[in-house]
Every structure is written in structure tokens, then in C-alpha cells.
């Protein structure tokens, strides 16, 4: 296990040292990463069951014990494997930031940030944790940075802002935890004996804390910020596993807490908005790479909902619901991280190839990229839940969660579990709209603007392997979803050892395939038995009324949305305007839409900050004297205090 | 006389050349090039006159120039109660121009009155005339692929039998549409050929979704060459004939116009019995046609169950237009100086048991439309013609009166028999489609109800007068005619040896296009072909269809029983003996 | 022998379905004072269409060749999972037949309609994928609360243990809260049948058939059999749950569903016939919202314990 972390800073060191030689560095940088990582893969992936303990050598300010349990297992396994496929993709990828970063800077980044979600997962004691969950959103912010686009320094401040606050939460909560618990190591965090009120704040700071860097709404507005603008590599790690680390260590904190039922509620709750938003937002965007981030919002609801039936279980002691609730979770964790990740790998293929985000500039894509835009429609059909692949086998199981706490009596928890469905089932319907949108804009129909993909073409072998092992998993576990849930049955058991597992009662996705392959050969038999006309297809413009066809005519991503924002501009407050001037002039027409959440929330306290930072502007203007004078009244305050507290 | 109070007041503002009087209500004044714009705003809108036509016409083998006249209906603003003048005081005043065929150009009146803008972007392609300021100058009648520089109604300029090259569909130059600037909308074309778009007609909406941003459309798909066709070709008798094949649906109301453009011109008065059939028969018209679009504005939502119902009674007009005419239109009747068939005692007490048939029936459906909530939403507030935009564009027909404004020309200018028949004019407020809808209804029960008085006052004459006459060239004249889409106006100026110098026609729906872009504005895609319908589209019902083989270019004509035997019993197909 | 029989639901239905198309068309015309066509007269359509030849867009890739079969077999598998020849004494087929598998499916249905749609690049067909999606968002919460009630209230999403729950009377209409859902379902699962007046996806005048106006030939012979067999499974999906009513033998059950969901069918006329459609921005958004309020009815009803 050591070896892996080691090897990760060495490759990461190696990198940095090579600065002056970027290529070669960068060979080495991602090569190395892929391959420690395949190998660190295989690695967590054997050992799943086992629980593995490390310390590091020498004396910093507290012994830092590395510890892995299943979980940990689980969640390396997760990181490694993805960070598997994006090194592999990266390879190839990162030379198109040739010109505009020092890859050699690139690469030890990369090898770093793989390290230290690595390292968080396994960190055992309060500071080491927080020492490394901090360092992980710098390297990440640092990430971001490569790609210095037009506002890249403001949106990272927004993002780095956003984990500020988390963290913030985070040290208290932890801190608090560790007084409880007197010790800074997590073993001495078992069994906390704290009351309702403390473990609903302890809990509610967590949630604050984790769910900020998990993109839970409200905080997902960092999300397209930071998302938009990191090199696809770079989006599909923190998409696809940083935001993972940040659950796990949601899961691991807060199961150290007495449970109680509301800790469920509050959970779905927030689920349920999470979910519904940040598909709505997801939906409308007109820039892919905004949409696919979004609809991690989405997404970490859909695991809010989960846990959310995990701790409801708990909190009722009812195991089965719990059982199932985490099995959900984790799950859901497993197929987004690969999903994600791979749309957002794809998404820099689009990126590379055009050149653009806009959405209402693309399509027709397929005809240059016929790969990357067939691994994107699996890759958008798994995104949707649809059948028979990997999303719909976990949502079916966090369906089948909810129904089963649905079942219980309780005016609460029927409601509340009634409203988790009711979320999931919109965001289905919304999730459809969106990725069939994505998909059809960016790669079907014809070129809304030519110039975009005047000059794209497929990208190499090397980049689509990493795309297509990804897609490969979609399917797989989709199809071996009862195996799936079996091996996480055993990962769960570890967290709530009082129980037994069946999967009886489960779909079976083989079952569902079969018949679908039943069902395909029927047509075929009736055209062959009707002898239907199978002469050649005759290649015409489409249709437009008999008027000579114009490629504006084809609908775009914002006008596909238009009836949506209408129904729903009462939470977008979507403004449109059309200009006339005299009566024979042409309109012009503007149309906003507001993520309503950072009008309200965010620009205010922005503003205000901006405010007090111009204010304390004033006391800091470089004279000594003024220094001086500082310095006298902060040791008068001190003996003030002095005096009457101590 | 009439009209001199005008004349005065414009004098007063304006230097006047010339005024010549052509019928005791229409006078024409002419003016300098550059009081134009100034002269047509003032009896426009200070006056009270709506514009009724504009010619403009190649005099340049009669004094050298080229001419423009502005005809206007005085009959008053009639923007709120009394903003309408006398009804004794009621007529056409035209402002004539001449253009010197050096300079070519004109100032453009469409800045001060919105109503030009089509006939002057049609003066410029039939003419070459040039409106200067005029803030739309695309192409309007002539398709794209025209020839530039070849204007096709001066004298000079081509041979009627011409024909300029076409260019391959996928060649045509692309049409200039206004396309609103902004991201993100999408160009839904509506036509030419659409479901629900009976005449071909491109309609450009630009859509955010299903709401429509703007709208633009290229019409003229059908443009004949018809006044072109008439010049110097046609006699009077043969002229009649060619205006009732203008439309398919008011073609009569086009017939009388137009005949009646040379009979006032030479001030024939025609028989009283003729007049009174011709009002029959053009409200005939008005029932089948009204019939027609209140059907159409169902069927176009999807309610097919009403259209078939509406259409069933339909059917009885068209029997009723047999008693009275011999055809099951209305067509082929009329002639210089009254009619051409007569009709019996009996027919007439016919007709009156088919009209209480068509009441009862019309009411019966009309009610059960009324009834059904989802069909009124369909129709209210959709497509609303602002009052004023309604003024400026000078809307014509039951469009106009959707919007609250009385204006008819029955009523405003009362022609023929109309002088003695008493009926109310259908004003409803609100300008959507239902108001529209319902304007057609009221009119519906209004025809019925003159029709019958038609009949009960039918005169004892002859149909038809001597038709020895003589034309005097160079005299011109108006005649309008409140056609179910409303005012047909027809322009004809007399040529020698019988024949006509300049045929102008203006259907109705002419002045009604112009103002659509207001009414797609703030609607959906679902709406367009509504609004569209609402203006009242029209299509002629063909008796007879010719079936081509393309293969061996050979052909074969089926009567209208034929195909009805082969479409319901599938037995002896047409294409096995074409020639 | 399970498979036997789920091959012959399938394929009865198919050859079943347009003889009820056919006479809800005739007796449409009735109502119209027409003669009408024959009732055998969809048969001769999708026969025609087959024989025809076919044009294509050239902006159209590979998924415009694939979704007529795709959009069969979602529709296809849909129906199959209706529990209707086979019971929880199939333990393959019921792990099957599950309500959330019927949802999805319908999901897929409705992603390759939008999908294609996009692919041909026609104004109408992006217009009407457009549509489809956002009256998924209206209909699918509706139909989903509906579930809930059923689901919750049975403990399972297994539709075979539902169907026999209710046929045997332990859970049924005696609780309000199934009985109040079992309206709101109906009226969603008409509004996914796509008919008048809701049938703003396809709608003739407006979008000249949308998505549909870009196939032709054997491709929309296809899809015409995938969305009649679709109309059956949503139908279906009603009376599996809400009119359960199977025999002992597979065969008998499969000719009384085949006849009730044929009459629902038909009787569809009563709706379809009559009124002008919705549009999507003020009809369908304010019937909808009394579907979802009466299916709320029903939730509340259930939360409560009633």
C-alpha cells in the first residue's frame, strides 16, 4: 500500500523536477500515473475485505496513521480506476495545453491530486485529514488554474471561496468531535456519547462541509464555474472522484455520530432539492460542459437520496432499509464516478476537435467523430437511468429503497420518502431531456455554425481506449448488477455488521436483455414474411415546407428548452425581451435566465465582502506608525480580556 | 358635390395642380413628387381616410411620365365612437403623381403611413419605381430568381409571352428575411406546402420553443402575370371572366368589382333585378366562405369533428349558389351590363327553404363550438391585431372588424342594391381570433338575412342591358366590393378600341399580410397556422383532375364521378389506359 | 414454455392492435357524418408503407436507421413486461416485470423519439422532440405518484405480485387513496398514448407528424406498429394494476386483456374526437396540474394512513 503512495509522489516529484524537458515529463508524468494506478486498481480491488493499517515513518506534530477499511478500499479502488482511464486519456490530451501551461507543472499536479484524495481517504487522525483535505482543493484550484481562460482567477476564487467554508465547518465540526471523543484519532471517534441537539449540529456542520465540496445544493454554483474551465482531465477526476471523497468521508464522519432519524430526513431533503435543481440548471444550460457539471448536482443528490434511506434506517434501526439505502449509495457513487468522468473526457474530444462550448454552434458531429460520439451515447443513455445499463440498476435500487421505507408507518417518513420519489421521478423525465439534448445538439443533425467542425476529426486510439474500457464498465455492471450489489452487500455489511442480504425481490438485468433481443428479432421476421421494400434510400434535404432548407431551420439547445423555461420560470425567472424599433426594423430579441440561488444567496454576500474588503482597505495603507498603533490596541484588548477571564 | 371638402382642406395645406372628377364620389387630385408623402399623411390620418389602393402605371405614351395614384376611402378614423365622418360625405379622394421616367424616383410615403409599404415595394418591381426612405426594400411580387432590371408592367418591357430562365430549386438566390438578432432561436417555415397552409405561401416564424420571437414571409408564390395578361389584350367581356379566376373563393366579388370599374367608368347603370342577383350571389360567397374559415379555424386546432359537421353545411350553399347561378359556384355570370342567367319563381322559393335550412344548421354547430371551453381557448387572445395597428396597415374585412372598427364597404359605400337593403354591420372588439371568428359568424346570419330581402324584393326587370357603348381612353375609375375577406378594389383605366390600358386589382387579404408579423408576435407555433387561417386563407375546388404518368409523359383527364368510383371501389384503375 | 407465451402476447398484440385502430377510426367517422375507411384499412396502411420505397435527410446519421427498431423493442419489451400470461409462478419472468422496468422503457421510447428527431434536422422534428421531452415532465411525476400509492401500499414494485394482490381483493379499491390514484393514472397513461388532445408531439396541422413526417417506407411501417404497441402498454399498464383480471389459463387472460384493453382503446374516441388539441404552454400545463393534484390527493391520503 505504501508503495502506491510513494510511487505517486515520486512520479509526481519526478515531473516538477523535469520542468525544463515538459514533453518528456509528460510522458513520464501520465505514463507513470496510469501505470501505478492500474496497478493500485488492482491492488484495493484484491484487498476489499482486508482492513490495512500505515504509519508513516518519523514524528510531525501528531504520529499520522493511514488506515483503510473496506470503505476506503472501496473509494481507493474508485480513484485509482478512474484515475486509470483519465491518465490513459490524458496522455494524448494534455499535448493540446502544449502552448498554454508547462506540461511538466501539469503532470506533477496530476500525480498529486490523485495522491491526495488518495491519502485523505486513508487519513486516520483529525489534522492529517484536514492538512490534506485542504491541500487536495488547492491542487485542484492549481488544476483549474492551467487552463487561464477569460475570469479563470475569479471563478476559482468562487470555488476555493465555496471549500473555505466548507472547511471551515468541517474543522469545527471535527474539532468538537475530537473533544467529545478526547483524541484527534478517528478509532477513539467510536461510540461519541453526545445528546440530540450537539449531534444534529455536528451533523448539519458536516453535511455543510462535505456537501459544499460535493456540489449539494446550494453550493453547486461552483460547479460549471470550476468545471467550465479545467482541462477535461482535470474535470473529469474532480467530477468523477474528488466529489466522491467528499461523500466518503461524509459517510465515514457522520456514522461516528449517535443516529437519529431525522439525520435520514434531513438527508432526502436536501437530496431531493439537489437533485431536482440541478437537473433544471443542467437542462437549460447551452454549453455542454456546464450541463455535464451540473448534473453532478443532480447527481449527488440522487446519492443524498441513498444515504438519506441508509440513515433513516439507521435511525430506526431498521437494517434492512439501511442495508439497502447505503448499497444504493454506493452504487450510485461506483456508476457516476465512471460515467461522469467519462462525459467529461468526452467533452474535451468535443472540445479539442471544435474548439467551442456553445452548444447552438455544433452538431452534425457524428459524421467526423463516429466513435467518440457512439461512446457518448452510451455514456448518455447510462447518465439517464435508462435500461439495461449501470444507471438504471442503481437508481432501480435507491427506488427500491425508498418504497421500502415508504412502507413503514409514519406520517414523516411516508412523506418524506413520497417526496424522494416524486424528485427522482421529475429528475428522470428532466434527465432525459437534457442528455438527449446534449447528445442530438453536439453530434446530430447538421452544423448549426460550419466553421465549428470545419476541422475536427477523430481523436486518436489512445484517447478513445481509456473512453471505451469506461463505456465497457456502463454496460457491465449494468447487466451484472446483482454481482455488483452482492460485492457491495459485503463492503456495507462491514459499517452495519447486524445483518443478512438477499437479493430476492431484485430485477434481474439479463432477464430484461433477453427479452429486448426477443423483441428485436420480431420486425425482422415481419419484413422478411412481407417482403417490405428494401431498395436503396433516396438522400434528400429535410424537410422545410417545400422552401429551400436553411440550417437555422434545425433546432438548437436553447430554443429545444424554450417550453421548458417557460413552465418552469417561476424557480429560473427566465426574462425575454424582443426590441422593436418602428415597424419594419428587425427584433431583437434578449433572454436570460438566473440561477436564482446566486442572485440571492451568493451575489449578496459577495457584494457585502467586497464591501468590508474595500472598508479594511483602509486600516492597511503601508504606514509604520499606523502599524504601531494597531499593535497597542490589540495588547491593551488582550489585557482587557486577561483581566476579566482569566 | 362630394368630396370638395377634402379637396379644400388639402388645398389649403398643399399646392393642388389639377383635380378631375371621375364619378360623383371619386375625385382625383394631382400633386408636386415632393408634397406627396405630406399630401397622403394629411388625409390619412388628419382626415380620416384609409387606403384603399395605389396604382402605378406607365403613362409615358400619354404625357410622358410615369403615375402614382394613392387612392383613399374617406370615411373617417373611426378609432372611437364618432371619429367618422357623414355618411353623405363618404368617398375616394386619389392623389396622383407623376415621375419622370429620368429620375425614376419618388418619396417614400411609408415612413408617415405604414399602409404603403407593400405597394410600394411593389412599384418598384413592377415599374422600377424607386420610393426613397422607404425602410423595406426587399423584393415582394417577382421570385427571386427575376431577372434584375426587368420591370414586367412598363409597356416596353417585355413581351406578355416571355419567359425568363428559371433556375433549379436548389439555385435560387436565398430570400432576405428579417431574422431577429439574438441567439438561440430556431426558424420554424410554414408553408409552401403545409398542412394546414392551403395556398402556397412561405411563412418564416422564429421561435424560442414553441413561442414565436418574430415573423417574416415571402408570398406570391401564385403571382399570374394577370394585370399584365389584361392590357391591351382583353375586352370587357373577357375581362370579367379573367377577375373571377383571381381567387377561388370571392372570384365573383373580383368579376363585379372589376366590371364594375368599367361601368362606372363609363356610368352605366344596369338593370335593378341584375343588381340585385349580383348582391345574392356575392353573398352567396360570403356564406360558403365564412362556412369555409370558421371550419378551417377548427380543423387547423385539431377539431376535426366540428370542421366535418360546418362542412356538411357548407355543402348547402353550394346548393344554394346551383339554384341561383347553374354551377356549384358562382361563377361565369356576370357581363357588361348585368347578368347572364335569370332565375325562376320557382328556384327562388327554393332557395329561400335551403336558407332556413343553413340558419337553423349554422346555429346548431355554431353553439356547440361556443360551448366547448377548450375550443374558445384555442381562439381567445390568440393573434391579436392591435386597434392601431389595424388603422395604420388600413386592414380590411372582417379582420379590421375583429378589432373594433366599423369599417365595410357595404355600409361605408353602398353599391348596386345595397342603397335599399338594411343589415347591421358585425363590429366585435378584442382583434384575436375569436373576435374574428365571431365577426364571421354575425355576418353569416346577416347575409342569410339579406339574401332573403333579395328575394322578397326582387324587381320585375330585365337582367341585361344593351351593352353599346363607347370608352372614352384615358378616363379611369374605382369599384370596390365588400368581398367575404373584405374590400376588393379594382382599377381600370381605359385603353382605346375597347380594350383595357391598366387593369389594377387589389384582393383584400392585400392589405391584411402586411400587419400578420404584428399578429404572430407573442404566440406559438401551434397558433401560426390559426392566425393564418383567421385571415382566411382560400382554395379553389378543382371538378376535374388530370393524371400524369411521368414515365411515358402520358396523360389521360377523369371526371369528377370517375375518380369517386375508383377512390371508393378501387376497380378499373385510370392509369391503365392514359394516352 | 413461459417464453412461449410471452411470444404470443406479444405477437397477438401486434396483429391485434390495428384491427382496434381501424375501428376507432370508423367509428370516428360516424361521428363526423362521414362513411370512413374500412376498419381492416390500417393493416392496408402499414402494408402500403411497406412496399414503399424511402427517402432520407442527409443530415442523418446512423441513429436515424436504428430507431424504428429501437423504439419497436422498447415498446415491445414494455408490453412484455405487462404481467399478463404469466403470474409470480414464473420466477424468471417476474424478475422481469417491474414497474420501474415499465417506466424506463418508456424513458428509452421517449430518448430515441427526441434523438432521432434531432437527427434529421427538420424544423418540425426538432419542434416536436422538443415537445415529447417537456410532456415527459409533465406526465411522469404524475404517473409516478400514482405508483407510489400502489407501490408503497403493496410493498413491492414487482408488478405480477401487485396484479395478484389486487385480484384477490387484499389490496384494492376498499382504500381511497388507490382509488383516487387509479383516475390520475388513467388520465396520464391516455396522456402518454399520444392521442388528442394530446397529441402535441405529432400534432398534424401544426408539426406536419414531427418526428414522424421524416420517416417513410418500411422505417415508419415500424414505428407505426412500435407506437400502436406502445398505446397497448401504457393502456395496459392501467388495467395490470387498476383492472387486474386473469384466469388460470394463460391463453383465456390473454384474450379478456387483449378485449379490455381494445375497448379502453376504442372508447378513446369519446376523447379524441371531440375538442381542438392542447398547446403545450396553456392546455396541457393546467391539465396536468389537476392530474397532479388529484394524484397528490391520493398520496396525502395514503401518507395519512387512510
Redesign the interface.
Known amino acids: 500500500m505504501q508503495t502506491i503512495y510513494t510511487l505517486f509522489l515520486l512520479t509526481s516529484l519526478l515531473s516538477i523536477l523535469l520542468y525544463k524537458k515538459p514533453l518528456l515529463a509528460q510522458k513520464l508524468g501520465f505514463g507513470l500515473a496510469c501505470v501505478i494506478s492500474l496497478y493500485a486498481a488492482i491492488f484495493f480491488f484484491s484487498n476489499l475485505k482486508e482492513t490495512l493499517i500505515w504509519e508513516l515513518p518519523g514524528n510531525f506534530i501528531s504520529a499520522p496513521v493511514f488506515r483503510l477499511d473496506s470503505l476506503g478500499m472501496l473509494f481507493s479502488f474508485l480513484v485509482s480506476l478512474i484515475a486509470f482511464a483519465v491518465s490513459l486519456y490524458s496522455f494524448e490530451y494534455v499535448k493540446f495545453y502544449e502552448k498554454k501551461a508547462n506540461l511538466a507543472v501539469f503532470a506533477s499536479l496530476f500525480n498529486a491530486f490523485i495522491l491526495s484524495m488518495l491519502l485523505v481517504i486513508a487519513s486516520d487522525n483529525v489534522f492529517s485529514f484536514m492538512l490534506l483535505w485542504e491541500l487536495m482543493t488547492l491542487i485542484s484550484a492549481l488544476l483549474i488554474l492551467i487552463n487561464d481562460g477569460k475570469g479563470a482567477a475569479k471563478n476559482v476564487m468562487i470555488y476555493l471561496g465555496i471549500a473555505q467554508i466548507g472547511a471551515f465547518c468541517l474543522m469545527v465540526a471535527l474539532l468538537i468531535m475530537a473533544s467529545f471523543a478526547g483524541g484527534f484519532e478517528f478509532s477513539a471517534f467510536d461510540e461519541l456519547n453526545i445528546g440530540f441537539g450537539m449531534s444534529m449540529t455536528l451533523f448539519s456542520l458536516l453535511l455543510i462541509g462535505f456537501g459544499s465540496k460535493a456540489g449539494m445544493f446550494p453550493f453547486h454554483v461552483w460547479l460549471p464555474l470550476a468545471y467550465c474551465q479545467s482541462p477535461s482531465n482535470a474535470s473529469a477526476l474532480m467530477s468523477g472522484v474528488m466529489i466522491k471523497v467528499a461523500l466518503f468521508a461524509f459517510i465515514k464522519f457522520s456514522l461516528f455520530l449517535p443516529q437519529f432519524v431525522q439525520f435520514g430526513y434531513i438527508l432526502l431533503f436536501f437530496g431531493a432539492l439537489s437533485c431536482v435543481f440541478g437537473i433544471i440548471y443542467a437542462l437549460i444550460s447551452?454549453d455542454y460542459k456546464a450541463s455535464i457539471a451540473y448534473s453532478s448536482c443532480e447527481n449527488v443528490g440522487i446519492i443524498f437520496l441513498g444515504l438519506g434511506g441508509a440513515f433513516y434506517g439507521l435511525g430506526t434501526n431498521s437494517p434492512m432499509i439501511a442495508l439497502l439505502g447505503f448499497i444504493a449509495a454506493l452504487f450510485h457513487i461506483l456508476n457516476h464516478a465512471i460515467f461522469k468522468s467519462l462525459l467529461f473526457m468526452l467533452s474535451g474530444n468535443v472540445y479539442t476537435a471544435t474548439k467551442t462550448r456553445d452548444m447552438?454552434a455544433l452538431?452534425?458531429l457524428?459524421?467526423k467523430m463516429?466513435i467518440t460520439?457512439?461512446i457518448f451515447?452510451i455514456a448518455a443513455?447510462s447518465i439517464?437511468?435508462?435500461?439495461p445499463l449501470n444507471g438504471?440498476a442503481s437508481?432501480?435500487v435507491i427506488?427500491?429503497t425508498m418504497?421500502?421505507g415508504?412502507?413503514e408507518?409514519g406520517?414523516v417518513s411516508?412523506?418524506f420518502?413520497?417526496l424522494a420519489?416524486?424528485a427522482l421521478?421529475?429528475t428522470?423525465?428532466?434527465a432525459?431531456?437534457a442528455?438527449?439534448?446534449i447528445?442530438?445538439?453536439i453530434?446530430?443533425?447538421?452544423a448549426r455554425d460550419t466553421k465549428s467542425i470545419e476541422e475536427a476529426k477523430e481523436v486518436s486510439f489512445m484517447m478513445l481506449l481509456p473512453l471505451g474500457l469506461l463505456a465497457s464498465f456502463c454496460v457491465g455492471i449494468g447487466i451484472f448488477m446483482n454481482d455488483v450489489v452482492g460485492i457491495l452487500s459485503k463492503i456495507v455489511l462491514t459499517l452495519i455488521p447486524q445483518t443478512n442480504v438477499s437479493t430476492y425481490?431484485?430485477?434481474?438485468m439479463p432477464?430484461?436483455l433477453m427479452?429486448?433481443f426477443?423483441?428485436?428479432i420480431?420486425?425482422f421476421v415481419?419484413?422478411y414474411l412481407?417482403?417490405?421494400?428494401?431498395?436503396e434510400?433516396?438522400?434528400?434535404?429535410?424537410?422545410?415546407?417545400?422552401?429551400?432548407y436553411?440550417?437555422?431551420?434545425?433546432?438548437?439547445?436553447?430554443?429545444?428548452?424554450?417550453?421548458?423555461?417557460?413552465?418552469l420560470s417561476f424557480i429560473l425567472k427566465y426574462e425575454?425581451e424582443?426590441k422593436l424599433d418602428?415597424?419594419?426594423?428587425?427584433?431583437?430579441?434578449?433572454?436570460k435566465t438566473h440561477d436564482f440561488f446566486w442572485d440571492k444567496l451568493y451575489e449578496p454576500v459577495i457584494h457585502s465582502i467586497m464591501l468590508i474588503a474595500d472598508k479594511i482597505g483602509i486600516f492597511q495603507n503601508g504606514r509604520t506608525n499606523l502599524y504601531a498603533g494597531y499593535i497597542l490596541i490589540y495588547l491593551c484588548l488582550i489585557l482587557i480580556f486577561g483581566y476579566y477571564y482569566i | 358635390m362630394k368630396c370638395d371638402r377634402f379637396i379644400e382642406a388639402l388645398g389649403a395645406k398643399i399646392k393642388i395642380l389639377e383635380v378631375t372628377r371621375q364619378c360623383e364620389d371619386q375625385v382625383t387630385a394631382l400633386v408636386e413628387v415632393n408634397d406627396l408623402p405630406e399630401a397622403v399623411r394629411f388625409l390619412y390620418y388628419d382626415m380620416g381616410g384609409y387606403l384603399s389602393t395605389m396604382i402605378a402605371n406607365d403613362e409615358r405614351s400619354i404625357n410622358k411620365h410615369y403615375a402614382l395614384y394613392y387612392a383613399l376611402s374617406m370615411e373617417g378614423g373611426k378609432m372611437f365612437a364618432g371619429d367618422e365622418i357623414a355618411q353623405d360625405e363618404k368617398c375616394f379622394v386619389t392623389i396622383k403623381v407623376l415621375i419622370s421616367p429620368d429620375s425614376l424616383t419618388y418619396p417614400s410615403v411609408t415612413p408617415l403611413v405604414p399602409a404603403c409599404v407593400w405597394y410600394e415595394r411593389e412599384a418598384y418591381d413592377m415599374f422600377g419605381l424607386v420610393a426613397e426612405g422607404l425602410p423595406d426594400k426587399r423584393r415582394l411580387v417577382l421570385s427571386d430568381d427575376w431577372p434584375d432590371n426587368l420591370f414586367p408592367l412598363r409597356k416596353d418591357a417585355m413581351d406578355y409571352r416571355y419567359r425568363p430562365d428559371m433556375k433549379e430549386h436548389y439555385n435560387e438566390p436565398e430570400y432576405e428575411f428579417l431574422r431577429p438578432e439574438g441567439s438561440g432561436i430556431i426558424d420554424v417555415p410554414l408553408g409552401p406546402l403545409h398542412v394546414t397552409a392551403d395556398e402556397p405561401g412561405h411563412f418564416r416564424l422564429f421561435c424560442d420553443g414553441d413561442t414565436i420571437v418574430d415573423a417574416d414571409y415571402r408570398l406570391f408564390y401564385q403571382h399570374r402575370g394577370m394585370e399584365k395578361l389584361a392590357e391591351n389584350r382583353m375586352n370587357y367581356d373577357q375581362m370579367g371572366y379573367l377577375a373571377e379566376r383571381v381567387c377561388g373563393i370571392c372570384g365573383y366579388a373580383h368579376a363585379i368589382a372589376c366590371i364594375e370599374a368599367a361601368e362606372k367608368a363609363i356610368n352605366l347603370e344596369i338593370p335593378a333585378r341584375a343588381q340585385a342577383i349580383r348582391i345574392i350571389c356575392s353573398e352567396i360567397e360570403r356564406l360558403h366562405s365564412h362556412l369555409l374559415n370558421i371550419g378551417l379555424a377548427c380543423e387547423v386546432t385539431g377539431n376535426y369533428n366540428a370542421f366535418m359537421h360546418i362542412f356538411r353545411i357548407r355543402e348547402y350553399s353550394m346548393k344554394l349558389a346551383e339554384l341561383v347561378t347553374g354551377g356549384r359556384k358562382t361563377y361565369g355570370n356576370v357581363v357588361m351590363g348585368g347578368l347572364r342567367r335569370d332565375m325562376t319563381g320557382h328556384e327562388i322559393k327554393e332557395s329561400l327553404r335551403i336558407l332556413k335550412i343553413i340558419e337553423t344548421q349554422a346555429d346548431e354547430v355554431w353553439d356547440a363550438v361556443m360551448d366547448d371551453p377548450r375550443q374558445m381557448k384555442r381562439w381567445k387572445g390568440v393573434g391579436i391585431l392591435d386597434k392601431q395597428v389595424a388603422r395604420d396597415f388600413s386592414a380590411v374585412g372582417p379582420n379590421i372588424r375583429g378589432s373594433g372598427i366599423k369599417r365595410d364597404t357595404r355600409y361605408d359605400h353602398p353599391y348596386d342594391f345595397f342603397k335599399q337593403i338594411e343589415f347591421n354591420v358585425a363590429v366585435v372588439e378584442g382583434g384575436d381570433v375569436f373576435a374574428r371568428e365571431m365577426v364571421r359568424y354575425m355576418e353569416l346570419k346577416s347575409s342569410v338575412s339579406i339574401i332573403r330581402q333579395c328575394f322578397e324584393l326582387m324587381p320585375q326587370t330585365a337582367i341585361i342591358i344593351d351593352p353599346t357603348f363607347h370608352v372614352k381612353p384615358e378616363d379611369f375609375a374605382l369599384a370596390y366590393v365588400e368581398a367575404p375577406r373584405g374590400e376588393n378594389v379594382h382599377w381600370i383605366m381605359q385603353g382605346s378600341a375597347q380594350k383595357v390600358f391598366r387593369w389594377r386589382c387589389r384582393a383584400a387579404t392585400y392589405n391584411n399580410w402586411p400587419s400578420l408579423r404584428f399578429q404572430f408576435r407573442g404566440n406559438t407555433i401551434a397558433d401560426a397556422a390559426l392566425i393564418v387561417c383567421s385571415l382566411d386563407p382560400c382554395y379553389s375546388c378543382t371538378e376535374r383532375i388530370t393524371v400524369v404518368d411521368i414515365k411515358s409523359k402520358k396523360s389521360k383527364i377523369l371526371t369528377n364521378k370517375d375518380l369517386k368510383e375508383f377512390s371508393k371501389t378501387l376497380k378499373n384503375s385510370p392509369m391503365k389506359d392514359l394516352r | 414454455m413461459d417464453f412461449f407465451y410471452l411470444l404470443l402476447q406479444l405477437v397477438s398484440a401486434i396483429l391485434v392492435a390495428p384491427l382496434f385502430d381501424g375501428i376507432s377510426r370508423k367509428l370516428r367517422a360516424k361521428f363526423q357524418s362521414r362513411i370512413g375507411p374500412s376498419v381492416f384499412q390500417t393493416y392496408y396502411d402499414i402494408y402500403k408503407l411497406l412496399k414503399r420505397g424511402r427517402t432520407k435527410s442527409h443530415s442523418t446519421s446512423y441513429i436515424y436507421q436504428i430507431s424504428p427498431y429501437l423504439m419497436f423493442i422498447t415498446a415491445a419489451a414494455m408490453f412484455c413486461a405487462l404481467p399478463i400470461t404469466y403470474s409470480t409462478h414464473s420466477v424468471i419472468l417476474s424478475q422481469f416485470s417491474d414497474i420501474f422496468v415499465l417506466l424506463y422503457l418508456g424513458a428509452l421510447f421517449r430518448f430515441i423519439f427526441i434523438v432521432a428527431g434531432i437527427d434529421t434536422a427538420n424544423p418540425f422534428a426538432g419542434v416536436s422532440a422538443s415537445r415529447e421531452g417537456t410532456i415527459g415532465f409533465y406526465t411522469e411525476e404524475v404517473a409516478v405518484i400514482c405508483l407510489i400509492v400502489v407501490m408503497m401500499g403493496t410493498g413491492s414494485s414487482n408488478l405480477p405480485f401487485i396484479t395478484s394482490l389486487v385480484q384477490e381483493g387484499t389490496y384494492g379499491y376498499a382504500i381511497p387513496s388507490f382509488s383516487i390514484a387509479s383516475t390520475a393514472f388513467l388520465w396520464v397513461m391516455y396522456v402518454e398514448t399520444g392521442r388528442k388532445p394530446y397529441d402535441l408531439a405529432e400534432a398534424e396541422q401544426e408539426l406536419q407528424e414531427g418526428v414522424l413526417g421524416e420517416f417513410c417506407g418500411k422505417d415508419f411501417a415500424i414505428i407505426d406498429v412500435a407506437i400502436l404497441l406502445k398505446q397497448f402498454a401504457v393502456l395496459g399498464f392501467f388495467l395490470v394494476i387498476f383492472m387486474p383480471w386473469r384466469f388460470e389459463h394463460p391463453l383465456l387472460s390473454l384474450i379478456v386483456f387483449l378485449a379490455e384493453v381494445g375497448f379502453l382503446y376504442v372508447m378513446g374516441v369519446f376523447i379524441d374526437n371531440f375538442g381542438p388539441r392542447f398547446t403545450i404552454n396553456k392546455g396541457m400545463k393546467r391539465t396536468m396540474l389537476f392530474a397532479l393534484s388529484v394524484s397528490c390527493a391520493s398520496l396525502v391520503l395514503y401518507i395519512m394512513g387512510i
Open positions: 447551452n447552438d452538431g452534425g457524428h459524421k463516429p460520439s457512439i451515447f443513455l439517464c437511468a435508462l435500461p438504471f437508481e432501480w427506488y427500491k418504497v421500502t415508504g412502507i408507518e406520517v411516508r412523506f420518502f413520497a420519489i416524486i421521478s421529475i428522470g423525465a428532466m432525459i431531456m442528455f438527449s439534448k447528445y442530438g445538439a453530434f446530430l443533425g447538421i425481490g431484485f430485477i434481474s432477464i430484461i427479452v429486448m426477443l423483441c428485436a420480431l420486425p415481419f419484413l412481407l417482403k417490405a421494400n428494401n431498395k434510400v433516396r438522400i434528400t434535404d429535410p424537410w422545410a415546407c417545400g422552401f429551400l436553411n440550417k437555422s431551420m434545425q433546432i438548437g439547445s436553447n430554443a429545444f428548452t424554450g417550453d421548458i423555461r417557460k413552465a425575454s424582443i418602428g415597424y419594419f426594423s428587425k427584433a431583437v430579441y434578449t433572454h
